[in-house]
């Protein structure tokens, strides 16, 4: 099956930093950075659907496809049970989360949307805290994987994968309940993942470990200027690239955690690079991460698209 952002003339877009947006412009408290929360309250699904609404009204203005996630890049166990969720409780809200995305979709039948099951690392997005086999991060991420698989997104993605052997397991899980599946690595300033590994390598190592099954990979939660020089390149494995998600700021991970103040870059210098990205990258897929707003999209949207 190919996945339908995959097709067609006009790269696809996706939301913005969605806890960014949420905490420094909408000024609400997201506890251990976790949007998932939210899909429990009439007032967070509120602003939940207000937030997606956004992106889906400037993809029909502009007449693209839109890639959205689900809030659920926190949703997973470790990062459940800090804040009082048990697995039955998780398999839940995950499931609840998708539904809230497709309603969405619904609701505005002119749009392509393709809904994303959003799947975060185990540890901190960007370090490496405590490594997990492939195994381990297969049983791990099984969780959301089924709960994806019955609410009917249409992709799950790992999203800021630190090192390999996770994307691996994000990956088999995702295998395992007959969806398919994409991996957005985060990488530092030197262009390597915060592992160390380098992107090429990462690529790989998945693909040799998983048959090739993830249906293309991503660059997210790092600036452009982090990895150009790294994907500028005629070596084949760059063909698998087919998204980024950049960060606004070009401040490295370890900046950007220290600071107290959303910095939004500038918005037509991060077009400007996805606009060269996307002469060396078959790029389906252009959104944002952290820092990222609608305002951004709608430049990076203008900058990437055909003639």
């Known amino acids: ?149 019955d609410a009917g997104v249409d992709v799950m993605t790992g999203v800021t994968m630190t090192h390999a052997d996770e994307a691996i397991g994000v990956t088999r899980a995702a295998v395992a309940v007959g969806l398919p599946s994409a991996v957005s690595f985060t990488v530092e300033t030197d262009g390597r993942l915060p592992s160390g590994q380098g992107l090429a390598e990462a690529i790989a190592q998945v693909d040799d470990a998983t048959n090739g099954a993830p249906a293309y990979y991503l660059v997210n939660c790092a600036h452009p200027t982090h990895f150009h020089d790294v994907v500028d390149t005629d070596e084949s494995w760059t063909s698998r690239i087919k998204g980024v998600r950049a960060n606004a700021s070009p401040m490295s991970h370890a900046e950007l955690d220290a600071a107290t103040e959303l910095d939004r870059g500038d918005i037509a210098d991060l077009a400007g690079w996805y606009r060269e990205l996307r002469q060396r990258l078959d790029l389906r897929v252009v959104g944002g991460c952290c820092g990222t707003d609608h305002e951004h999209i709608e430049a990076i949207a203008v900058a990437t698209a055909s003639p």
């Open 1 to 149: 099956m190919t996945l339908r952002q995959l097709t067609g003339d006009q790269p696809f877009l996706a939301d913005g930093g969605l806890e960014t947006v949420l905490i420094y412009l909408d000024g609400i408290d997201l506890p251990e950075f976790a949007s998932f929360p939210l899909v429990q309250t009439d007032q967070g699904r509120e602003t939940l659907t207000a937030y997606y609404t956004t992106y889906v009204q400037l993809a029909a203005r502009l007449g693209r496809g839109i890639v959205l996630d689900t809030p659920t890049w926190r949703a997973s166990l470790d990062w459940g049970a800090r804040l009082g969720y048990d697995a039955d409780r998780l398999e839940r809200v995950n499931r609840r989360a998708v539904e809230l995305v497709r309603d969405v979709a619904l609701a505005h039948p002119d749009v392509e949307v393709v809904v994303n099951g959003a799947v975060g690392p185990r540890g901190d997005g960007y370090v490496v805290e405590s490594a997990m086999s492939a195994s381990e991060a297969t049983r791990f991420h099984a969780l959301q994987a089924r709960a994806f698989a």
